[in-house]
T-cell receptor
Framework: DTAVSQTPKYLVTQMGNDKSIKCEQNLGHDTMYWYKQDSKKFLKIMFSYNNKELIINETVPNRFSPKSPDKAHLNLHINSLELGDSAVYFC???????????????FGDGTRLSIL | EDKVVQSPLSLVVHEGDTVTLNCSYEVTNFRSLLWYKQEKKAPTFLFMLTSSGIEKKSGRLSSILDKKELFSILNITATQTGDSAIYLCAVAPRNQFYFGTGTSLTVIP
């Protein structure tokens, strides 16, 4: 059973398009996250939701919009894709905020987004 | 500005060697420091440290935090080729999360 699953695994699209990445966790966790990892392997948090409420919204372009229909899902929609959006996007989940709950964060396998 | 710095950026060792990876940080409202291992895909959790001086250990890996000097080390003894990965340090102030740049470890037979 996959704990945190992201779809699609690979996404190749043209500049200017709108795309979504879906994330689902079956661990019963109440907190979910989106991270971006660039070509130099630097990981940066983008958003975090706790019980469907946004608790972290880093300085990312407003072309990126997270949506959490329920605790088990956190989807990422990206409008007007740009070349600089090419990266691997990771979804993760934890029970409670990862920095305070002593509970590990579980990551999905990532979605590799390539903008042509 | 908050930041997390890891050193070295990359390291190549032979099987059986012992390695020490470093993570220093400057954040306000520090709550915890976490270590992750990333191989081909997603990072996997190794340790979470909140208190100074208390070593956390898992097999050949161990880690300790110094909140006065603002750093942590991750030790790996008797390295194996399966330890080859990027090791990521992250610091979690209140409602925030910062990763370091990572240390790329290569263990050669």
């Amino acid at each position: 059973d996959t704990a945190v699953s992201q779809t699609p695994k690979y996404l190749v699209t043209q500049m200017g398009n709108d795309k979504s990445i879906k994330c689902e966790q079956n661990l019963g966790h109440d907190t979910m996250y989106w991270y971006k990892q660039d070509s130099k392997k630097f990981l940066k948090i983008m958003f975090s939701y706790n019980n469907k409420e946004l608790i972290i919204n880093e300085t990312v372009p407003n072309r990126f919009s997270p949506k959490s229909p329920d605790k088990a899902h956190l989807n990422l929609h990206i409008n007007s894709l740009e070349l600089g959006d090419s990266a691997v996007y990771f979804c993760a989940s934890s029970q409670g905020w990862v920095g305070g709950s002593n509970q590990p964060q579980h990551f999905g396998d990532g979605t590799r987004l390539s903008i042509l | 500005e908050d930041k997390v710095v890891q050193s070295p950026l990359s390291l190549v060792v032979h099987e059986g060697d012992t390695v020490t990876l470093n993570c220093s940080y400057e954040v306000t409202n520090f709550r915890s420091l976490l270590w992750y291992k990333q191989e081909k895909k997603a990072p996997t959790f190794l340790f979470m440290l909140t208190s100074s001086g208390i070593e956390k250990k898992s097999g050949r890996l161990s880690s300790i935090l110094d909140k006065k000097e603002l750093f942590s080390i991750l030790n790996i003894t008797a390295t194996q080729t399966g330890d080859s990965a990027i090791y990521l340090c992250a610091v979690a102030p209140r409602n925030q999360f910062y990763f370091g740049t990572g240390t790329s470890l290569t263990v050669i037979p």
